[in-house]
């Protein structure tokens, strides 16, 4: 027996694996898709091979892929404590979730911080998009009413000071986050329920997962009172997260399996007064170019 293959394939990679075989995808892509999502070029290469010679022997159909096992919940990468020290600031805890893993924060950001990101960001607005499943392109769809700007990771100094607080805040390197994306909603502006991960059984995942692996972590930042609705909602859990200026809530979603939490489903509730300003970072397990 290849001893590579004593390290198993959880469901959800082994249905990834057979659907982009059977669809001619060439064995270097895949590889190097897994090789950015953490595998070791030995175990990725073992079963890639063991899965393209059941694919050619008539051994295995999608049919008979199993659905995913129950997920996995590992330790929480935001320390214990009900008070946080950065090297900047004091963070509050006001309410911690272990499964899924939900933590939300008062006072991350001054009043005087959100409001100068606010400020930076309002000549860059544009409409805001979706990932696309089958393309992988953004798109424009009606669940998601807002506009929105990208800030790239150091852009400024005031960037990067936000960006070295969210790196130290959730214990995950600075190199493996996303730019800093704002959103704007207006009077009735939402974001439906969705999930922030790349789901691997989507054709339209590939390019996202090249560019750093899955994605891991998401923190948003509330940079105004919103006078009413506009919560973050997590229907899976019954969790409405009320925006206050310069609180945050961080939600964790992909663990060392590989496997990722279908239980952190969210979307951004109407606003139903006055209007919302976030301010969203997504962390990768890798390198994120």
């Known amino acids: ?127 805001s998009g979706v990932v696309d499943p089958e393309t992988g392109k953004t798109i424009i769809i009606p669940a998601r009413s807002s506009e929105g700007c990208y800030f790239h990771r150091g852009e400024n100094a005031f960037i990067q000071q936000l960006d070295t607080r969210i790196s130290a805040l959730m214990n995950w390197p600075e190199t493996h986050g996303e730019g800093l994306q704002i959103l704007h909603y207006e009077n009735g502006g939402e974001y439906r329920p969705h999930f922030d991960y790349f789901p691997i059984d989507q054709t339209g995942s590939a390019a996202h997962l090249a560019k ?41 979603y992909a663990n060392a399996q590989g496997q990722v939490d279908p239980a952190t489903l969210h979307g951004g509730a109407p606003v139903l007064a006055g209007e919302k300003w976030i301010a969203t970072k997504w962390m990768r397990q890798g390198n994120y170019v």
């Open 1 to 127: 027996m290849n001893t590579q293959l004593s390290m198993p394939l959880n469901a959800a990679w082994r249905k990834w694996l057979i659907e982009n075989l059977q669809k001619g995808c060439t064995q270097e892509s895949i590889l190097a898709s897994m090789l950015q999502n953490q595998f070791s070029h030995a175990v990725a290469t073992a079963h890639i091979a063991a899965i393209a010679a059941d694919i050619a022997n008539n051994r295995v159909t999608l049919g008979a892929v199993v659905a995913d096992e129950k997920y996995h919940y590992e330790a929480s990468r935001i320390a214990s404590g009900n008070t946080l020290n950065l090297s900047d600031c004091q963070v509050k805890i006001s309410m911690r979730l272990t499964e899924p893993d939900i933590v939300v924060f008062d006072n991350f950001m001054s009043a005087a911080e959100c409001e100068h990101l606010i400020a930076l960001s309002v000549e860059k607005l544009e409409r």
């Open 212 to 252: 750093g692996g899955q994605r891991v972590a998401t923190f948003i930042m509330y940079l105004n009172d919103v006078e009413g609705g506009g919560e973050t909602i997590f229907p899976e859990v019954g969790l409405r997260v009320v925006p206050r200026q310069g609180s945050a809530v961080y939600f964790s």
